[in-house]
């Protein structure tokens, strides 16, 4: 008998919390017959022995060299036997229902393709969901210019995040579906084809839905709830905390095909965006003495990501750093 779900699980350099998820996986299954899969991307701490003494039931594949999260990904696909495959980050934390939650709404709703959860973010105060509208020049401008958080209700002014508080009421349509907790239908993944290896960090998640879009719907599904530690495999590397800025400029021109015009009036809209960011976060420094090394510091990131994202630097940049 087949799994009612292939769980597949890249870790690199996160053994502690890769304990965490794996006994949140476990402990949460309520009778779900799991297949449980770790791809190891070369990690040099204690991650593969660590499956190896706590969960011998799971099956551990050790790369030699760190592929990226999708190209890790894709090469488990073929092994998985269940009809519909999770992808889940080391880094999250399955809370009490969500599994079974998010595999009963597939299977209800033959029509979707693929559905995600609510995540939470223990660590970092966001208040975006990770779902949202795929990357066009409106729902950019509409992010970046806080008009999407100014009126979130308005559909035509919707960004490219949905909000906590604000889109989590229901099960929602949605564009893109974030990596880090996402069950997917495997006929509709040999229909519309694995990841795309093209981006190693970022963006492969939005780009896999958009191709999914073609084949039924996606819906955010926020009766489930998944803990997620934002970006605890990237924090370890510098270089790779400047991905998501760069990433997401080749992902808008790869699906957008945008003019120079177009083109341009993106990366001024978004430079604006992180140096209004970043700057907020400065002053919020000045009012909040208590929590101004956390501010400072969140200020002192969107710097960065602002002179990332300076018109005609990104796409240099994003070449230099894969």
């Not at 957008?256 to 960011?277: K, Q, S, W």
Request: charged content about 25%.
């Amino acid at each position: 008998m087949n799994p009612d779900l292939s769980i597949v699980i890249v870790s690199w350099n996160t053994w502690e919390l890769l304990a965490a998820c794996l006994d949140s996986v476990f402990r949460t299954a309520e009778g779900l017959a799991l297949e449980v899969i770790v791809v190891d991307n070369a990690s040099s701490d204690c991650s593969p022995a660590m499956v190896r003494e706590r969960f011998p039931h799971v099956q551990l594949i050790e790369n030699r060299e760190n592929t990226g999260f999708a190209t890790a990904n894709n090469q488990v696909f073929p092994l998985c036997t269940a009809e519909f495959i999770l992808l889940l980050n080391s880094d999250t934390v399955v809370k009490p229902g969500a599994l079974r939650t998010l595999r009963d709404f597939l299977r209800e709703n033959p029509d979707v393709t693929a559905v995600g959860p609510k995540l939470i973010h223990p660590r970092v105060q966001l208040r975006i969901l990770g779902a949202g509208r795929q990357p066009t020049l409106r729902t950019v401008t509409n992010h970046h210019l806080f008009l999407a958080s100014a009126f979130p209700r308005i559909r035509f002014l919707e960004g490219i995040y949905l909000f906590i508080g604000k889109h989590d009421d229901r099960p929602r349509q949605v564009e893109w579906l974030s990596g880090a907790c996402l069950l997917v239908r495997r006929k509709v993944i040999a229909e519309v084809g694995p990841l795309s290896e093209s981006f190693f960090m970022y963006c492969e998640d939005m780009e896999w839905c958009d191709r999914m879009r073609t084949k039924g719907t996606l819906y955010h599904v926020p009766d489930a709830v998944v803990e997620h530690h934002l970006s605890a495999s990237t924090e370890k590397n510098q270089k790779a905390s400047l991905l998501p800025i760069t990433t997401a400029r080749d992902y808008f021109i790869a699906r957008n095909r945008p003019t120079f015009i177009a083109l341009f009036a993106h990366d001024v809209v978004r430079t604006v965006g992180l140096l209004v960011r970043a700057i907020g976060y400065f002053v919020m420094s000045l009012f909040q003495p208590d929590r101004r090394a956390m501010w400072r510091g969140r200020s002192r990131q969107y710097f960065t990501y602002t002179r990332a994202a300076l018109p005609g630097r990104s796409r240099d940049k994003s070449q230099r750093e894969r």
